[in-house]
């Protein structure tokens, strides 16, 4: 079935360190992938997303590319902030779905 | 603010209670998705409204039940309460019922507490 794979946490990474969170997919036919975040107390924020293979979504430093040949949707930043510290979810929809299919999250923490 | 609302925030209840969540979505989207995120089962989806009619369903137990009314809010009836449905249970909506780019807008969420 389709599924989607994130790396497991916590992370935990030094002011301005480079960020990467690996997901990779399986699905069948071309999902649109996406990256929500999710900061304590709160409910879950598009961050950003990729509607075909080659895409790069970007939003707020972070970045992700749709990657077919790998499956693979990793989200990276150059230099993280303590602000950034929350779950993120990688997730996967088809056109002709209603469900997001979400990873099971990856706790961020960063230190000052 | 992604402009859409959960009530109550928290909830506390006991084993064999029902309780009612309710969701008003985003001005404008006619589409409603319910979630619950629990520690053992991630984010999983429950089911969808599109414009006052059930238009798919994920892994939602017979116990639970939601509707979506003519001014477009939904509530999720959960029913013969179990500890393992302490969760926190979201709301989201679009414009329309499907499409894969199409964002979903989550609510706040709802905690849930089972005792």
């Known amino acids: 079935g389709n599924s989607v794979t994130q790396m497991e946490g916590p992370v935990t990474l030094s002011e301005e360190a480079f960020l990467t969170i690996n997901c990779t997919y399986t699905a069948t036919g071309y999902p649109s992938l996406f990256w929500y975040v999710q900061y304590p107390g709160e409910g879950l924020q598009l961050l950003l997303k990729a509607t075909k293979a080659d895409d790069k979504g970007s939003n707020k430093g972070f970045e992700a590319t749709y990657r077919k040949e790998t499956t693979s949707f990793h989200l990276e930043k150059g230099s993280v902030q303590v602000s950034d510290s929350a779950v993120y979810f990688c997730a996967l929809r088809y056109s002709s779905a209603s469900k997001i299919i979400f990873g099971s999250g990856t706790r961020l923490s960063i230190r000052p | 603010d992604s402009g859409v609302t959960q009530t109550p925030k928290h909830l506390i209840t006991a084993t ?66 179990e500890l ?32």
Request: aromatic share 12%; with cysteine.
């Open chain 2, 16 to 81: 064999g209670q029902r309780v009612t969540l309710r969701c008003s979505p985003r001005s404008g989207d006619l589409s409603v998705y319910w979630y619950q995120q629990s520690l053992d089962q991630g984010l999983q989806f429950l089911i969808q409204y599109y414009n006052g009619e059930e238009r798919a369903k994920g892994n939602i137990l017979e116990r639970f039940s939601a509707q979506q009314f003519p001014d477009l809010h939904s509530e999720l009836n959960l029913s013969s309460l």
């Open chain 2, 84 to 115: 393992g449905d302490s969760a926190l249970y979201f709301c989201a909506s679009s414009q329309n019922p499907t499409g894969g780019g199409e964002t979903q807008y989550f609510g706040p969420g709802t905690r849930l507490l089972v005792l």
